[in-house]
Nanobody, 123 residues
């Protein structure tokens, strides 16, 4: 069971990036998938989560209206479209999947983690 996050990079403030989370060894369509981030010196925080059907989504307040999570179960991939990026969005972004049901978008609920992709937003 592996998750592979990709799509990070260096972008100027106000720019956009799309992160992808691809799965191997299992199909994503039965899992809630979460995007988390960790900036230097800070705790990991839940950025956005999407239910297995895609019908329910969560966003942390700081990214609402700027980030959009989506999934393409046919491609076994979950995306995080990030627009209007700010320097404070700079972090390593991880995607993750839980073994069981989740109550929210908290990192302790998630069991399988990708390796992370670095997003750097310059001012």
């Amino acid at each position: 069971v592996q998750l592979q996050a990709s799509g990070g990079g260096l972008v100027q403030s106000g720019g956009s990036l799309r992160l992808s989370c691809a799965a191997s060894g299992f199909t994503l369509d039965q899992f809630t998938i979460g995007w988390f981030r960790q900036a230097p010196g800070k705790e990991r925080e839940g950025v956005s989560c999407i239910s297995s059907s895609g019908g329910s989504t969560y966003y942390v307040d700081s990214v609402k209206g700027r980030f959009t999570i989506s999934r393409d179960n046919a491609k076994n991939t979950v995306y995080l479209q990030m627009n209007s990026l700010k320097p404070e969005d700079t972090a390593v972004y991880y995607c993750a999947a839980p073994i069981g049901a989740t109550m929210g978008c908290e990192s302790y609920e998630f069991d399988y983690w990708g390796q992370g992709t670095l997003v750097t937003v310059s001012s």
